[in-house]
């Protein structure tokens, strides 16, 4: 069974897109059977295009990229949702919508790039996907699908705290 995995930021321009590239690409390259997904409560309608050229740079395809949001998800086409996982602030306080088979939720939080003077953008977006990049590859380091939810929440945190 494929372990689907939603990461949510509130325009989903950023930061959750490195995450979805950078857990596609892992699990690709591990042979895991995972699938990344990302999206935002209020979705920019764009992917800012410093974060696809961190991808990019970093060997990773990022065609059909898009930015959306998270009600693609809760409707009875989605996939079903195993772990949430917030990578800003602004995202980790808002209330989610239900979540079909009650997935795990955890929150990494990551300093908005996009922050960065313009001069400092493309490092600091680089940096970001390289933290990001370093948890996904904690997180598959485990057997997950040996893990039960107690086991896996706890594991996440754990990751959430390096």
């Known amino acids: 069974m494929t372990l689907n995995i939603l990461i949510l930021c509130t325009h989903n321009s950023a930061r959750s ?3 979805e590239g950078m857990f596609n690409h892992w699990a690709g390259v591990l042979g895991k059977d ?3 997904y990302s999206s935002g409560s209020a979705p920019s309608g764009r992917i800012n295009p410093h974060a696809l050229a961190a991808l990019q740079a970093a060997g990773i395809d990022t065609e059909g990229y898009r930015s959306k949001s998270w009600d693609e998800f809760t409707g009875e086409a989605a996939p079903e949702i195993h772990i949430v996982i917030t990578v800003c602030d ?3 306080a808002e209330q989610c919508p239900y979540w079909p088979g009650k997935p795990i939720k955890a929150h990494w939080g990551y300093p908005d790039p996009s922050n960065a003077p313009e001069a400092e953008k493309a490092f600091a977006f680089d940096l970001t996907r390289q933290a990001i990049g370093y948890r996904v590859l904690q997180l598959l380091a485990h057997p997950l699908a040996e893990l039960d939810s107690a086991e896996l929440q706890t594991l996440l ?4 705290q390096n």
């Open 17 to 19: 897109v490195l995450a």
């Open 90 to 92: 602004n995202a980790a």
């Open 34 to 36: 995972i699938r990344a």
């Open 157 to 160: 945190i754990s990751i959430s």
